[in-house]
RNA sequence: GGGCGGUUAGCUCAGACGGUUAGAGCACCUGCUUUACACGCAGGGGGUCACAGGUUCGAGUCCUGUAUCGCCCACCA
């Protein structure tokens, strides 16, 4: 089959031309569907969900086109490759943008009330949710659309109550009135990973509390003045000189106008501000933590809209910075203020709405995080799962060694909400995987859900396995599960990636995947993170329409390695663009050749190879194959593209093809095109993971054009990855046209350093020194090459007298070019004895070393033959330009 | 306070296991309508691999320290 109209190429690859057909294709023929197959090896990578919200960014783009590259090459490997496709409702994400669309309205989702609001959440996403799916597949992903699954769908809904009934009954879920992070915009709980902090200034307040008994005061320091309301009592290190009298007795908080007690905690930095610390269990963790020891009561002064509570006497119904600024001045009012400093410390935010985050007691729900990072590290330190780059093991491991408890439940409203049911009559709990009907306990139906979803992470971390059909025992989940890649950026390794590994080891009993393998972030040609209020947000739609689908994919994953950030630039994306031109128009001249002849007779097989530049192609190729499979397998994906960028550039193009246009001129020679055919052929499909579209076009219209020996795929697609044959690779034939190249370089240096006009065609004699080859079978490559009329054979004693510029290639080969009257002598002895320097100062380099006993004693045996060789070469070349220059007049 | 990464050509970046005269793309210079490609061809210039020590026959690559930029984590009130 061939996708193109007609069999003209254009002169320049058009990608919007080809793209959405192919696609189409693809998607007919089914190709992107694996199938459950017991004798086929399984290759799953699960897709990071996007968000319902988004619009693909260029962060997608590099994820989605790692997780391509791997699936295709596993597919092209025969393997059953899946690549699941998921969407994630993204609770507060996703909350957050219809909420200001509401308000935008005027509205608000309390006016509007939950059932409506979650309608309008429903629309919305009916609206937008598939927007991104249309963006993944004009990227060319060929992930499995038919198993796209949605966090909200039946199935991981199912999953996420049983996960959370599993850990209630194994008590790893419990809850507790605790202090968490709160957003007063937001209206919930934040987990520690959904809190962001940054370095602000402040100000350091110093209070006198005055002590209870009337002997003086004590001085604490404080950057939030208003929380003192809050205050339930006074810490200092226990063993702090200055403050032992004080231990055991009380202050008096002021404006307040009650005692509180001073109490001892190793939790105290003594170098800081006083040494004292006003203890507000209600609104900041450690001083939480210290209540908690010393059994303090909780106060709290700010409530969870932001605003000073009753506690606060006459400055309820504030809000807090107002309630600050105003508690601080009544303070310096009433003398208690001794002095503000500048402080600059750093502020939690809102990670997705930058509001400054309140510390906060209440009551949620907190899974208990020890019983299940104690595996999930083990997990990694056994090398069970492996991550790539492998530094980031240590931050994995450094992050789950500190973890604490994570708080679960969110007051939203969009999301999957707790399965637990309050009962009126009995106060106990119902945990069920189906809607509760009554209460387990006493059997009363007066009960009710509770009104708090879950985190949108608890859901995330069942995804390797929810999406495959748990808690059902399915044929998918038993072939596909566990995952063999995790593709994602390194900034959700906490929030998402440690938790698939907890959450699936506890589920299934094993990790969910082989290798973490981490990218870095897409930046800005000045190295800016991309943001929609910085304005550089650079639309992939936008640069695939420009420079097509294959070279955005090639630009984001090429020179960069992994879990290392990366500058996408226009000059890079031209470059890529230009690459895939590259491969359009050499493809172009084969199929445009194959047009004109059936010469290409046994193309695959290649039983002929009876020319050198053939059997030095072949080596070429069989060898870039071999190193592309490595590198793929080590994740060294820009890597492996540039060895087959510079392949099929600088070998195919700039020299096999232009060997091969002079062999076609002479049917005395072996016609190149079954070679031709051949390694083009097979680049293609080496080339197809990372550029699919194009290699795509190409294949269809070369292999139209081929003698059909046995039967092709119907797509390159489904086509088998080339695998390095070793029998293919000939040191002979590589040396020897690396000389063939040498020389015809060499050549075209003296015209271009002489500015012989190109259109000129020289006399050139060599003196081969047994180089045979150089004029036997390859006379007509080189004259065509180095634009020669005649070229021949001579003796060392005549080449000199042919007078003219003279060069020495291959060590000691002697080319002249004779030019008569054209050259200035002068000007040609300087560039000889240019070179004669050079080659002497490598000589004196190369035979200094050789004269160390200890190099000769010590390295390695190869290592010295080699430098043994290279010191002879270099000798002669030397020998050889002394001889030259000593017959050219002075 | 801990931890990690970067520092290689004018710019953006590659450089497993230490072993050719350290590479690419872009930019630059000189030529070129050579019938696949000007999104191109040919040729060329440009780097004491941040700095200082050390290990080694041999260091861009390994070790120690310094400087500098960036990131992550942490309960500095």
Redesign the pocket.
Known sequence: MSLSSSNEMP????PNEVEQPLYRFWMEKGYFTPTVDPSKKPFVVIMPLPNVTGDLHLGHALTMSIQDILTRWHRMMGESALWLPGKDHAGIATQVVVERQLASEGASRQELGRDKFLERMWDWVGLYGGKIEEQLKSMGASCDWSRLVFTLDPGPSRAVRTAFLNLYEKGLIYRGERIINWCIRCSTALS??EV??EEEDGS?FYVNYPLEDGEGSIT?????PETMFGDTGVAV?PEDPRYQSLLGRNVILPLANRPIPVVGDE????????????VTPGH????F?IGQRHNLPIVMSVDDKGFLTEAAGQFQGQERFEGRRNTAAELERQGHLVKTEP?R??IGHCQRCATVVEPFVSKQWFIKIDPLAKPAMDAVKDGKVRIVPE??S??YL??ME?I?DWCISRQLWWGHRIPVWYCDGCDGLTVSVEDATQCRHCGSENITQDPDVLDTWFSSGLWTHSTLGWPGETDDLDYFYPSHVMVTGY?IL?FWVARMIMMGIENMGEPPFETVFLHGLV?D?E?RKMSKTTGNVLDPLELTDTYGTDALRFALTT???P?????I?T??L??S??????LW??S??VI?SLEYADAAQGWRELADVSHREDRWILSRLNRVIGRTQEYLERF?I??AQ?EV??FL??EF??WY??FA?IRMRDDAEPSPLPTLAHVLEKTLRLLHPFMPFVTEEVWQRLTKQLPNEDALTESIMIAPYPEEDASRIDETSEAEVAQIITL??SI??V???L?I???QELQASLDLQGHDYLVGDEVEAVKGLARLRKLSGADASQVPQDGGVVTVVAGEVVVALPLGEVIDLAQERRRLEGERD??SK?LK??DS?LA?P??R????EH?VE?ERE?AQG?RERLKRLEEVLAQLPS
């Open positions: 002169r320049a690859y058009s520690d990973l962001e902090y350091l604490v320091a404080t950057t939030r290190h939790a105290i930095e003594r170098e800081f501000g006083t040494g004292v610390l006003k900041d963790i450690v001083d933590e402080l410390h750093s530094r980031f240590r931050v450094n992050w500190n604490r900034d906490f930046r040609a190295g020179g960069a390695a879990g290392n950030d990366l500058r630039s000059d890079k031209e470059s663009r230009n690459f895939a031109n590259k128009n050499a172009r001249f445009g060294e820009g890597e540039r960028y510079d550039w600088n193009c700039d093809i232009e246009k015809v370089r075209r240096n015209r271009a350093q500015r006009n190109p259109r050079e080659a490598h380099r190369v070393l160390r200890q190099f004693a010590k390295a390695p290592v080699r290279r270099l």
